[in-house]
């Protein structure tokens, strides 16, 4: 089992940044691929960013504002969001597809964090 805990969200003007965190804890953790999804109030949840074995991808909307990264030592994942708009504005989560030494591989979800852009 892997538990996905989310921090870092807020409240920020248009333009500003956040850096978000998601840190997973459990026995034996190997993460073979994570990201960040992003959903919108009364939307589907959307990718924003993933970290997969053939590269990074990003949406097109957090292109070249949005940078996510991987600390495995730490079992973290961070989320650099920079140039924010108000479009941005939702729930964030984070997202791990992983493996234990007492689980086969599976999906993980953190709870969410709020994102608020002020205009």
């Known amino acids: 089992q892997v538990q996905l805990v989310e921090s870092g969200g807020g409240l920020v003007q248009a333009g500003g940044s956040l850096r978000l965190s998601c840190v997973a804890s459990?026995?034996?953790?190997?993460?073979?691929?994570s990201g960040w999804y992003f959903q919108a109030p009364g939307k589907q949840r959307e990718l924003v960013a993933r970290?997969?074995?053939?590269?990074?991808i990003y949406a097109d909307s957090v292109k070249g504002r949005f940078t996510i990264s991987r600390d495995n030592a730490k079992n973290t994942g961070y989320l650099q969001m920079n140039s924010l708009k108000p479009e941005d504005t939702g729930v964030y989560y984070c997202f791990a597809q992983a493996v234990t030494a007492s689980d086969s591989v599976r999906d993980y979800w953190g709870q969410g964090t709020q994102v608020t852009v002020s205009s």
């Open positions: 970290i997969a074995r053939d590269g990074v």
């Open positions: 459990g026995r034996s953790i190997y993460i073979f691929d």
